[in-house]
DNA sequence: TGTTAGCACTCACTCGATAAGAGTGCTAAT
DNA sequence: ATTAGCACTCTTATCGAGTGAGTGCTAACA
């Protein structure tokens, strides 16, 4: 059934106002905001078909109208309007992330929590990002061993995209420095550029062919870089702004909040609402709403989730995600979250 | 003034009383659960005059007394005494951290986060824990430079306790390896073992002199390496449970929960809590015990904090702490944060 | 045929009154 | 010094009445 011009009008106006005030609205409200000069009585009509097609609810007999998740989700669709009029204060917005971006964050680490902590403050909304993480097998660029106590030899290994990782393997046998040097130009030599698939059988046993007497030290430091390769320890969630859900009293319930706010704790739970959505690749340039149940994520019923992708180089992502009450501000939300991946992916490039 | 026996034990059975129920407790309950054999017209005398010293309050004229402060110091300091009957459970307690502690754990941020983990859920409390810090300035021990890139420089830094940290220089001058081989030489033989203040002037002139054409890189690094002894980036806190304040009924106030959330997500605002006491050096040993307004942070105030300090070589310390209603089960507590601090304490020694 | 005024009805919410229950302080008796 | 007894206080739960926002439906209207 296609829905007619006024009734998207009426539709749209409810959920504004729904989206303001958190209240059930009713026809009177409509009838009085709205330049469509119709009666309360016509509008209450409309809203009976509304609810009847599954956009609107009642919470209970005789009261205001509230969006159902369907409502929302035709609105994010289809009724929402980003706010390209207000072009001043959107580019007031992008300064304000430009200048607090630049502003002497050297650290990844750093950046990523202090962006999570803006987007909070801005929106009055829980947030959270991903460090980029790589989707392609990894690449070796670069390693270099050096031996810094007598039986510790420190293997130092640096993967496309300059992820820098340490790791110290204590040696059952002592080697002198000239072969760690001699180690250094077999391994730089042989395994830069590759992936970890690549890293095969016939070329280890070349390479404890050039090294013969410290075979088992060659397989050794392969299984470590394969690891290091591998691991993806540095991939991590910051969060910010959690208790901003108290700012909602239909998230401030204790049952309810806990749960929340639990999820932002146990950071392996937010990842599951962020990577769902790396599959369904079909634009990763869109920022994606996820309402109510569409989350997956069994605490986040009663929420809404908006997640942007930002990239850093071809294949190498991150994730943006925005947590606030179903009557959110999407709009804003949406807004804010194409400033800061700009910002993001820009401030990456520069840097890179 | 003095305490009479029977007072205290009368003021030890509220207390315990209170801390199980969470309710006020009247003569009534006293009178018929204890061994002192009164009636409860006796206990409303001694528990109105424990009123007037200050150790129980009434939350309205007319409802039983709940302890204050002042009461929990008394049972804290005086009162309380471990459960050193149940040997056996402590014992099982004990093993239960070794074994989880034992297991596969090899990274130490994941030990600590795991740690606190298994301590909120063993107590039902919020729980925190420091990485390590050295106290006294760090050492240099090892450094290794290494040309990765045309025109980049990584500088990996080795300090006393095995910490490494990576550097990148941005290089404005090329540089061949054969200089780089040259520099690693320099500053091994120059800077090892030298702590932070102890790079001065004189020696970096003689550095620069021993490398006349790269004076300003020689610079550059050894501000680099300065920083990076300097910087605590790898000072974290972890915390775990924090949605376990739910679990009590005067702590779960939206505004009152809101903020100690937010205390535990601004790490910075929970090391407060923390660093405070390292100054009242006087016993590490110690367990310590802040009781609402003790804490000195704001956000606490109607929780009590109590920490304990592991050390994993002489001067390397970090601090594990819980945090629960002021109605916390003390013994409880303070049973658990010995057993996990002297697993930690073993667990480093022998990693060493 | 679409729109509107009018009206009866529903439901949540507030407020006050009432009753029950827990606990106290005080007095007088033991 | 201890205790039984009693009046008193304060909290909490429950109930009913009153209010207000909002609806659905019907009948009149353009």
Redesign the pocket.
């Known amino acids: 059934m296609e829905l007619a011009e006024?009734k998207l009008k009426i539709l749209n106006a409810v959920i504004k106002n729904y989206l303001e005030t958190g209240?059930?609205?009713?026809?009177?409200?409509?009838?009085k905001y709205t330049d469509l000069?119709?009666?309360?009585?016509?509008?209450?009509?409309?809203?009976?078909d509304l609810?009847e097609m599954g956009y609107i609810v009642?919470?209970?007999?005789?009261?205001?109208?509230i969006p159902t998740d369907m409502g929302y989700r035709l609105y994010v669709d289809n009724l929402m309007r980003e706010k390209e009029t207000e072009l001043n204060k959107k580019e007031r917005e992008l300064n304000e992330v430009q200048e607090f971006l630049n502003d002497k964050v050297e650290k990844v680490e750093e950046l990523l929590q202090n962006t999570a902590k803006l987007l909070a403050n801005n929106t009055n909304y829980a947030t959270m990002i991903t460090t980029p993480i790589n989707h392609r097998g990894r690449r070796l660029k670069f390693i270099q061993l050096s031996l810094f106590e007598e039986n510790k030899l420190l293997c130092v290994i640096v993967a496309e995209g300059n992820i820098i990782k340490n790791r110290i393997i204590t040696l059952k046998e002592t080697i002198d420095n000239e072969t760690v040097l001699k180690l250094n130009i077999i391994f730089n030599t042989s395994l830069n550029g590759l992936s970890l698939e690549e890293m095969n059988i016939g070329l280890i046993s070349k390479m404890t062919g050039q090294a013969a007497e410290h075979m088992q030290l060659v397989r050794d430091i392969i299984d470590v870089v394969g690891l290091a390769l591998a691991d993806e320890d540095d991939f991590k969630v910051y969060t910010s702004g959690t208790t901003n859900i108290f700012k909602y009293p239909e998230l401030s319930e204790s049952s309810t909040a806990s749960e929340i706010i639990n999820t932002f704790e146990e950071k392996n739970l937010l990842t599951n609402l962020l990577v769902d959505k790396e599959d369904s690749s079909q634009n990763k340039e869109v920022i994606q709403v996820y309402i109510g149940n569409e989350t997956s994520v069994q605490s986040m019923k009663d929420c809404s989730v908006v997640t942007a992708t930002y990239e850093i180089e071809e294949g190498v992502t991150g994730t943006i995600g925005i947590v606030g009450p179903k009557r959110m501000d999407y709009e804003k939300v949406v807004e804010a979250l194409k400033a800061v991946k700009s910002q993001l992916d820009d401030r990456f490039k520069k840097h890179d």
């Not at 209240?23 to 009838?31: L, N, Y």
């Not at 009642?58 to 109208?65: F, L």
């Open positions: 006024r209240e059930p609205v009713g026809s009177r409200t409509i009838s000069n119709l009666s309360s009585a016509t509008i209450r009509n409309e809203m009976a609810e009642q919470p209970h007999t005789s009261s205001g109208r």
